[in-house]
């Protein structure tokens, strides 16, 4: 019995030497690495892509990397986030599900954010009146182990890059012009400017649009040909819809005798492309909605 004991303590404290000897080498690689004397799992940012651009929020998924070079793996249940533009706060939230890395490997996790426009707005706004063409992007993560590892529980990442400052589109309608009001059809343009002020162009594909006069919608059509809007200018685009007489006939004494009092409201749905092979933008679906009354196209 006793011989057993000391065989087991022997294989034990050959484990732990292994143990600490593998922690040492990997403690000092990261000490030669990075300067940094705390070995500790990593987050790296791995890719950033925007899914939509709404009238209100930008929604977009940011994948991020995490390293463990730990001589043991952990469990989180969740990482909390903050993103920061201009050293501004534009996103805090929270990635509920369990995160599990085991020893020496690592995993990708996608975090789903959601930037609401005002906020974006504001920094824009102190980098526009400033001339600053490109800005700080920075992400803060945090999270809490299940069980200590090497004596600490909560581990934090900062991460900061220096990209190009990415602005909204600009979607103004100028005017909607019904051209000649007939029985049998009416012709209808609605003509819009899109400022850019971007560095670089867009273009604009699958692009589906509708017309609502007084909460009521008299016109929907599709442009499936690609629109290019120019870099750092305002592009003129018109686009044409026919009516039927019935959808705008009972409108008409409002169209023509109380345009004051008179909503429209035109939504915009299309692809964004990007042919210098910007990820972050390419494929990006943008949903505006541009709202006003028919006196805003009062003609001088």
């Given at each position: 019995?006793?011989?057993?004991?000391?065989v087991?303590?022997?294989?034990?404290?050959?484990?732990?030497?292994?143990?600490?000897?593998?922690?040492?080498?990997?403690?000092?690689?990261?000490?030669?690495?990075?300067?940094?004397a705390?070995?500790?799992?990593?987050?790296?940012?791995?890719?950033?892509?925007?899914?939509?651009?709404?009238?209100?929020?930008?929604?977009?998924?940011?994948?991020?990397?995490?390293?463990?070079?730990?001589?043991?793996?952990?469990?989180?249940?969740?990482?909390?986030?903050?993103?920061?533009?201009?050293?501004?706060?534009?996103?805090?939230?929270?990635?509920?599900k369990?995160?599990?890395?085991?020893?020496?490997?690592?995993?990708?996790?996608?975090?789903?954010?959601?930037?609401?426009?005002?906020?974006?707005?504001?920094?824009?706004?102190?980098?526009?009146?400033?001339?600053?063409?490109?800005?700080?992007?920075?992400?803060?993560?945090?999270?809490?182990?299940?069980?200590?590892?090497l004596?600490?529980?909560?581990?934090?990442?900062?991460?900061?890059?220096?990209?190009?400052?990415?602005?909204?589109?600009?979607?103004?309608?100028?005017?909607?012009?019904?051209?000649?009001?007939?029985?049998?059809?009416?012709?209808?343009?609605?003509?819009?400017?899109?400022?850019?002020?971007?560095?670089?162009?867009?273009?604009?594909?699958?692009?589906?649009?509708?017309?609502?006069?007084n909460?009521?919608?008299?016109?929907?059509?599709?442009?499936?040909?690609?629109?290019?809007?120019?870099?750092?200018?305002?592009?003129?685009?018109?686009?044409p819809?026919?009516?039927?007489?019935?959808?705008?006939?009972?409108?008409?004494?409002?169209?023509?005798?109380?345009?004051?009092?008179?909503?429209f409201?035109?939504?915009?749905?299309?692809?964004?492309?990007?042919?210098?092979?910007?990820?972050?933008?390419?494929?990006?679906q943008?949903?505006?909605?541009?709202?006003?009354?028919?006196?805003?196209?009062?003609?001088?």
């Open positions: 019995m006793k011989k057993g004991w000391i087991a303590l022997g294989l034990l404290l050959i484990g732990c030497i292994g143990a600490y000897i593998w922690y040492s080498r990997l403690k000092s690689r990261a000490e030669n690495e990075s300067g940094n705390t070995l500790k799992p990593r987050l790296e940012m791995s890719t950033l892509e925007i899914t939509s651009i709404d009238d209100d929020r930008i929604k977009m998924n940011v994948k991020m990397l995490i390293d463990n070079p730990l001589p043991v793996g952990f469990k989180a249940k969740g990482l909390k986030y903050t993103v920061l533009m201009a050293n501004t706060p534009i996103v805090e939230d929270a990635y509920e369990t995160i599990e890395v085991e020893s020496g490997d690592s995993t990708l996790i996608t975090l789903p954010m959601e930037v609401m426009n005002q906020k974006l707005m504001t920094v824009l706004k102190t980098l526009d009146r400033k001339d600053i063409d490109s800005t700080t992007y920075t992400v803060r993560s945090q999270f809490d182990l299940d069980v200590p590892i004596g600490e529980r909560t581990f934090t990442q900062t991460i900061t890059r220096r990209l190009p400052t990415f602005y909204l589109l600009d979607v103004k309608v100028d005017d909607l012009d019904f051209g000649k009001l007939g029985l049998k059809r009416t012709d209808v343009a609605a003509k819009v400017s899109i400022t850019n002020k971007n560095h670089f162009p867009f273009s604009f594909t699958d692009t589906h649009y509708t017309v609502t006069i909460g009521k919608q008299i016109a929907e059509g599709d442009q499936p040909e690609p629109i290019l809007i120019k870099e750092q200018a305002t592009t003129p685009v018109v686009f819809v026919t009516l039927k007489p019935g959808q705008t006939l009972e409108l008409l004494p409002k169209m023509l005798f109380d345009k004051k009092d008179t909503p409201l035109v939504t915009l749905r299309c692809k964004l492309i990007d042919k210098s092979g910007n990820s972050v933008i390419h494929n990006s943008m949903n505006t909605v541009i709202r006003g009354t028919l006196a805003d196209f009062k003609k001088d």
